[in-house]
């Protein structure tokens, strides 16, 4: 028998990382300041969690002037949407298993 969490993804269990790519998913690209808004995070403690997105790949990150000031913008790769939902549909079949 399958186990009810194989399919749930260890950088998914912090409530930051969850926001950030459910924000992500549902948004085409979302800047610094507004997913540090969104989500009402630091900037160090935003910048750790989009840094372990970025490493497994999850996020895509774009760097660019505007004007003089320097943008961030976030966006989630097919790959990171994949597995995301992956961890949801996990996280659904634990809860209807349980009830």
Known sequence: MKSL????????????RLGIMSALSVNEKLDFNSLKELLDLTDG??????????KE???LVEKKFVGKKPK??????????????????ALENLIKNQL
């Open 5 to 16: 969490i194989t399919n749930i993804n260890k950088v998914f269990e912090s409530r930051v």
């Open 45 to 54: 403690n935003l910048a750790s969690h989009i840094k372990a997105l970025e």
């Open 57 to 59: 790949e999850f996020i």
């Open 72 to 89: 961030t913008s976030y966006k989630i790769t097919k790959f990171g949407l994949i597995e995301f939902k992956k961890h949801l549909n």
